[in-house]
């Protein structure tokens, strides 16, 4: 499992020549760091006098926030399992026309996992987005550089598990998964922005 | 050392009730992993017959980008001794009046030095993102999605740097210091800006 090396390893095997692990389990890794700082700055909220009215709330925020660092932090792996069933499809066999048959419906099959993991990658950096949009003004203000990192680190990793539905997009032939998957990106793309400028907003009012 | 820690171990400390480590050691997390795609990049392109003119260039590319990986983790672990000298220097003695002035000497280096660690963070993430954008169209295009990912890692990582310095900022004294890193911050931010949405329009462009 990638999320049992090192941060170190896990960085040098990024880097190497295999094109997996890549932007897709990057894009994962980087909603779940996402979702750990809107954990801490829940932790460093919670029993705090200033945000007393603010308790159960937090204490809410908390639990999901973690429980998307743990989704996200297992499709670090899941993406690039995704990836490597394409790669082993296109080395199937070929030379009869079952086999034909078998690898083209083996890859198709592939290249929808492909597209639908980082769609729920780009789904739950969305849900991390809104966590870290509800603790605005309800939470402990010096954490609020952690706020604002842990919505760009959300939003990047939205925007890149974006990026690797589309570059696997034009590989499927099913017209209406394509369609309806396209629809879908185009919502979490808005919505993502939407969430992260309204948080820009208040922490660069904030800082000056 | 942080990096030391497994993937899954960084996550959890990340998001306990200790302020450290926090969105600075992200940030430079952040940049690493652009960093490593960057690599990553060059490596599924260096010996590719397409890319043969170009081979100089990114062997040049990877060697940077290699580089400041390297940093770029080790500034993982300096961001949260930044943050912790300052917790630290809070915490020293201030019963006489040689002791007061000693602390809050102590407290001006540590909040200066807890703002140079994330400049330098958001220094190299902008020397990641120009090495992104060197690769634009001199590339293997199966991993233009990885290119992308790496461009918003790297901005992630530059703009949750200079959150950080934003946060920092109102507790130093020296105007000299702090009118010289809101023109740095100003500069790098604008920089980054400009390099990313370039390399944001090639990579949407290419996929529709």
Do not use: W
């Amino acid at each position: 499992m990638l999320v049992k090396l090192s941060v170190e390893e896990f960085s040098q095997i990024l880097g190497s020549n295999s094109p997996a692990p890549g932007g897709g389990s990057v894009a994962a890794l980087s909603g779940a760091l996402a979702a750990d700082l809107v954990s801490m700055v829940c932790n460093l909220s919670i029993g705090k006098k200033d945000f007393e009215s603010f308790q159960t709330e937090i204490s809410k925020t908390l639990q999901e926030s973690q429980t998307l660092s743990k989704s996200l932090l297992k499709r670090v792996d899941l993406d690039t399992e995704a990836f490597n069933s394409v790669m082993a499809a296109f080395k199937m066999a070929k030379d009869t026309e079952q086999e034909k048959t078998s690898r083209a419906e083996a890859i198709q099959k592939g290249f929808k996992e492909a597209v639908l993991s980082p769609l729920g990658i780009a789904q739950e950096c969305l849900e991390v987005l809104k966590l870290a949009g509800r603790l605005l003004g309800k939470s402990n203000s010096n954490a609020l550089s952690d706020l604002g990192v842990a919505s760009q680190q959300a939003f990047a990793g939205l925007e890149g598990a974006i990026m690797n539905v589309k570059i696997n997009i034009p590989s499927i032939k099913d017209g209406d998964f394509v369609a309806e998957t396209s629809s879908k990106t185009s919502t979490l793309l808005e919505e993502g922005r939407r969430v992260k400028d309204n948080i820009y907003e208040f922490v660069f009012e904030h800082f000056g």
